[in-house]
């Protein structure tokens, strides 16, 4: 089993940054490719980006590639998201995931784990 508690969230003003730090306990993350996905209001939950084991490969949704990046410390057990100019279009509860090989990590399918999630909310 592994838990997943995601930290970092907050009230922000357009153009802001945040960052997300995504712990994990009870096992090494380090057997999981990882991912963040966020739901908004009345959405389903979308993917916003992944990471691969050893953090050599990433992947970004096209709403935040160039704004948004992902990063691993298997040492630490920890995932984080870094946010850099923010929009209003980005506000949402942000879970994060770690993730098997039965399918591709843009789909919550693959997901074995999940946090709790955390609010970012972005002001005008």
């Known amino acids: 089993q592994v838990q997943l508690v995601e930290s970092g969230g907050g009230v922000v003003q357009a153009g802001g940054s945040l960052r997300l730090s995504c712990a994990a306990s009870?096992?090494?993350?380090?057997?999981?490719?990882m991912g963040w996905f966020r739901e908004a209001p009345g959405n389903k939950r979308e993917f916003v980006t992944a990471?691969?084991?050893?953090?050599?490969?990433?992947d970004y949704s096209d709403a935040v590639k160039g704004r948004f990046t992902i990063s691993r410390d298997n040492d630490k057990n920890t995932v984080y998201l870094q946010m850099n100019s923010l929009t209003p279009e980005d506000t949402a509860v942000y879970y994060c995931?770690?993730?098997?090989?039965?399918?591709?990590?843009?789909?919550?399918?693959?997901?074995?784990?999940w946090g709790q999630g955390t609010q970012v909310t972005v002001s005008s």
């Open positions: 995931g770690a993730s098997s090989d039965w399918a591709t990590w843009r789909s919550t399918v693959s997901y074995v784990y």
């Open positions: 990471i691969s084991r050893s953090g050599g490969s990433t």
């Open positions: 009870g096992r090494s993350i380090s057997t999981y490719r």
